[in-house]
């Protein structure tokens, strides 16, 4: 009898090499048929078959994004899938940028920033609205009539008068009929396995529900800001999907441009710096819109800290590469941005961690769907929420921030937003709005594709002629 895991070769010849002489061993140069055993059962690995980390985060989008994206849905699957595209942020700290500038043209592509200057003139004419931008000193608490919160000790005096007037009125009825069980009290319908428990809570950690909401948020609008004079990149025309070559010192003495996602540019022109502006970037690093910021040369007072040693190392590497010497106004620093409470910036920029819905659909290193990360994804909206609120901390009454994420989770954008608009409201005395920015959809309608169903910010859409984003940004301003 042979073994149940044996192979019986059917077939075969005696070879002429010694090693290969015993009819067990099939020669190297002769086709060998087997007979499988019956009976025989494969032996699975135990983690055979499982799925990769990307075809579970798209299975994941699959269930929570297409309900909210519906028909659009489609195309931005494919976009996300697809190769994404980028722009070439301009350095103007190179000392030949104007070589540069031309070389970039000579590639086909535009610089993005002078459509966009020639199509916010039209929206203000077509709008009737005026250039002036508004000053942060105006007196918005006189025109924004907040609801007064509740006192705690009122909230406290009336749930004891509610409990002694409950104690007097109520009266305990028998149970009247036949014999009575515990079947009476506890009606239970269904018990909940572990798997099923855990599905329900990445649904709720997954999905907004703004019906369920009470605390007022108000959205305001403001004269659409002056778009950033020095700060220049340059994009391929819709549906052209051409690379940009690689940067190097070609000309001047630092790399003349920064590849990048054209709509990561959007938080920092959100932000509208202006000279003496005191900035904090809350989760600096690796250090792209940092950069940006800087290409605006409004920063006189910039302040960059995050909580990875390995991240802000690559901030350090861009800074190097591109500004040469970390410049005297720009100071760097590990800490955790959940922790400050101090307001001392005008402008905060809040670019916080997400799901990455790019990167977690293309590779599978450090993939946030993978199972031992399961509880890190599921605490995201909380970490988000938290960095958001000592953002609008740190930011001094009539300042603004962004906030801005790479996700298209509605949980993660509108609703981090709400939540913690809901925290500041209830355990703080400080009084905040939402900005409106719907001035970028026409502004930058020939770059990019815009959600049109969002409630507090902007979402960035990728198509395949398009294929920039996701981007979300909402910005909110403090007012006591």
């Not at 396995?193 to 009470?214: G, P």
């Not at 000309?251 to 005191?278: F, R, T, W």
């Amino acid at each position: 009898m042979f073994p149940l895991y044996m192979r019986i070769i059917s077939t075969g010849t005696v070879c002429t090499y010694a090693r290969y002489s015993c009819l067990c061993l099939p020669c190297p140069c002769k086709q060998v048929d087997y007979i499988q055993r019956r009976g025989y059962k494969k032996k699975w690995a135990k983690n055979e078959g499982s799925k990769p980390h990307t075809v579970h985060a798209l299975n994941h989008m699959e269930a929570f994004y297409k309900p909210v994206f519906k028909e659009r849905w489609p195309s931005i699957r494919i976009s996300l899938l697809t190769t994404s595209k980028y722009c070439a942020l301009l350095n103007n700290y190179n000392s030949e940028n104007e070589k540069v500038e031309k070389y970039l043209t000579d590639l086909g592509t535009y610089n993005a920033m002078e459509k966009a200057k020639l199509a916010r003139a039209k929206y203000l004419e077509k709008e009737n609205q005026q250039t002036v931008t508004e000053q942060s000193s105006l007196p918005l608490e006189s025109l924004i009539d907040f609801p007064k919160r509740p006192s705690h000790s009122e909230v406290d005096e009336n749930d004891d008068v509610n409990d002694d007037d409950e104690d007097v009125k109520e009266e305990i009825q028998p149970v009247v009929g036949k014999n009575t069980s515990l079947y009476d009290f506890i009606p239970t319908k269904r018990v909940y396995t572990d798997k099923e428990l855990l599905q329900q809570h990445i649904a709720r950690v997954a999905t907004f529900d703004d019906s369920l909401l009470e605390v007022p948020v108000k959205v305001i609008q403001e004269q659409v800001p002056e778009l950033p004079e020095d700060l220049k990149f340059f994009v391929y025309p819709k549906g052209d999907i051409s690379k940009f070559p690689n940067p190097k010192m070609k000309h001047g003495n630092l790399l003349g441009y920064y590849m990048m996602d054209a709509a990561s540019l959007l938080p920092v022109i959100a932000l509208d710096l202006q000279e003496n502006d005191s900035v904090l970037d809350l989760c600096a690093a690796p250090g792209g819109k940092t950069l940006a910021m800087l290409q605006t040369l409004k920063t006189e007072n910039l302040t960059c800290i995050d909580e990875s040693w390995s991240r802000l190392s690559r901030l350090k590497d861009i800074s190097k590469w591109y500004i040469g010497e970390t410049p005297s106004s720009m100071s760097v620093s590990k800490t955790d941005g959940k922790l400050l409470e101090d307001p001392f910036y005008n402008k905060v920029l809040v670019d916080v961690p997400c799901n990455t819905d790019r990167h977690v659909l293309i590779s599978e290193d450090n993939n946030l769907f993978k199972p031992g990360r399961m509880e890190e994804r599921l605490e995201l909206p909380t970490e988000q929420m938290e960095l958001l609120v000592a953002g609008i901390k740190s930011c001094k009454p009539g300042g603004t921030v962004v906030y801005s994420t790479c996700t298209l989770s509605p949980a993660q954008n509108d609703g981090v937003v709400h939540a913690a608009m809901d925290h500041l409201w209830k355990e703080t005395d400080i009084d905040t709005v939402v900005i409106d920015i719907s001035y970028l959809r026409p502004i930058f309608r020939d770059i990019f594709t815009f959600f049109p169903k969002t409630k507090y910010g902007q979402l960035v859409l990728p198509t395949l002629s398009s294929n920039f984003g996701p981007m979300y940004i909402c910005k909110i301003k403090r007012i006591r």
